[in-house]
């Protein structure tokens, strides 16, 4: 009885946890509501890219490009949902058809035009260099020798790139602005090439402790981007709409309350219990999330991985074949590569679009199957081999002697492995950030975005997941006694 109740209880926990974390995914996302459409586009955007797209202090999206495409939406009346990725993975998105459309101070360049089609310009901006506050190179000759931050995929790379051979550094690649800031910060690299009216507005608020240097280089539009040869009507919308609300002025408004001289950072109490305070909403539904995918994508890895073990364990040379290619796949394939085919590469071709849970737990549970399976195997071929020839002797067959002698024994020795399987798939959770699941690794990403206060946040993610970690431990420590 007291077996059942534990079983019952750890259903229900997985329920309820399920059903909040899928409704914390949708809050995720940001709805515009106009007239009705026959269609909901997906839009990307980034979330780490001030003043153009960042979180507030409430968690709530916004900035230039986030205002601008809410007012064309409305004047056009189509509705949209955001979808949060890094640059180069939005880029991704829009060339798998994973989204429509992509809105993230995007360069309009002959390059990006040859794969992507383009609005007309609802920004013209260039790239400005900028180092340490206290750092004594004052021009692009000082640099020979160090190395220069840039975000894969901007502007700012091309343009490192291809000064780099004239002033004689090196080029350090990064997702995010804040990586690049905090990494000059931090002494690791000594320069920093972003777009300038991102650069400047990082340092004109405070919010970062750079200096710029030199003069703006490469003035080039910005553009709302679409796949080539796709949604033309999402591009008609977009020019349309950016017409009328141009005439109207609030086009200019909205420019004005992001770059105009009122502008100003949020003030953020950057100590350990301050970041605690004004974040725990986001850190605790980034929390919940964690929890909820793992548990489902675990789940789904015992089913899979018990059944591979077995065919791997089994008298079938056919099926031990294949079970042994799928570990050996799985196993041989890092688990970024794997989110990111099945995030990006099966929409590309089959045509058929998967969220980025649904994503991140099949490629969680593919991955932790292929551990869970060779857990059954080592657990089986653990048990003595007389065991198996005794069940013979007693006349019962393959198949009696493996669920009445050999499985109950070895399930035993398996689950010590089963828990540390559990615990890594977990911590694997972090590495969904790329193709936007907001986990708790994400939601510090988030916060260190709009806040530039690193040291402290990670601190917190950190005891965060050794705290969760700890307790779940110590649960399935308490289930395997209870098992066993």
């Known amino acids: 009885m007291k077996k059942v109740k534990t079983y019952r209880l750890i259903v229900a926990l997985f329920l309820v946890l399920s059903y909040i974390g899928l409704g914390n995914e949708k809050l995720g996302n940001v709805t515009v509501q106009a007239q009705p459409s026959e269609k909901v586009y997906s839009i990307v955007t980034d979330t780490s890219y001030a003043p153009f797209e960042f979180l507030d202090g409430e968690g709530n999206l916004i900035g230039i490009d986030i205002d601008l495409l809410a007012a064309i939406a409305e004047d056009q009346g189509f509705e ?137 280089m490469e003035s080039i539009p910005f553009g709302f981007a679409v796949n080539k040869g796709n949604n033309s009507e999402l591009i008609e919308m977009f020019n349309a709409g950016l017409t009328n609300i141009q005439a109207s002025g609030e086009y200019d408004e909205i420019l004005a309350t992001y770059l105009g001289n009122e502008s100003s950072g949020e003030a953020v109490d950057s100590s350990f219990f301050g970041q605690i305070r004004q974040n725990w909403p986001a850190l605790s539904s980034g929390l919940v999330t964690t929890i909820w995918i793992t548990l489902v994508a675990f789940v789904l890895a015992m089913f ?39 995030y ?48 013979r002797s007693l006349g019962l067959n393959y198949g009696k002697t493996m669920r009445r002698i050999i499985l109950p024994q070895a399930f035993k020795i398996m689950i010590p492995s089963f828990i540390n399987q559990f615990v890594i798939t977990l911590k694997d959770t972090s590495i969904l950030s790329v193709i936007g699941l907001v986990e708790l690794t994400q939601t510090g990403r988030i916060i260190i975005a709009r806040t530039y206060q690193s040291g402290n946040m990670w601190l917190i993610i950190g005891l965060m997941y050794i705290i969760l970690i700890t307790i779940l431990t110590k649960i399935s420590n308490r289930l395997e006694k209870e098992l066993v």
Do not use: C, W
């Open 344 to 391: 990006f590469g099966i929409p590309q071709m089959t045509g058929i679009n998967l969220s980025a849970s649904v994503a991140g737990i099949l490629t969680l549970s593919l991955n932790a199957a292929a551990y869970v399976a060779e857990n059954v195997r080592g657990g089986i071929q653990a048990v003595a081999k007389g065991q198996a020839e005794a069940g």
């Open 80 to 216: 949209y949902e955001l979808i949060k990725l890094p640059f180069s993975s939005g880029l991704q998105a829009i060339e798998s058809g994973q989204a429509d459309g992509m809105i993230a101070g995007m360069g309009i360049t002959d390059e990006r035009k040859d794969s992507f089609d383009f609005s007309d310009p609802y920004f013209q901006g260039g790239s400005m260099f900028a180092v340490a506050a206290d750092s004594e190179i004052e021009s692009l000759e000082d640099l020979k020798g160090y190395n220069v931050a840039v975000k894969i995929g901007t502007t700012g790379e091309a343009i490192a790139q291809g000064l780099s051979g004239e002033y004689g550094f090196g080029i350090t690649t990064f997702e995010d602005s804040v990586n690049m800031y905090q990494d000059v910060i931090a002494g690791n690299s000594h320069a920093v090439i972003e777009d300038a009216p991102v650069m400047q507005y990082a340092v004109n608020t405070g919010t970062v402790d750079l200096r710029l240097i030199g003069e703006e």
């Open 304 to 342: 899979i991985g018990i059944l591979i073990g077995l065919m791997r364990s089994g008298q079938s040379a056919v099926l031990s074949g294949i079970a042994l290619v799928y570990v050996d796949i799985m196993r041989g394939v890092p688990l970024l590569v794997l989110a990111f085919f099945i």
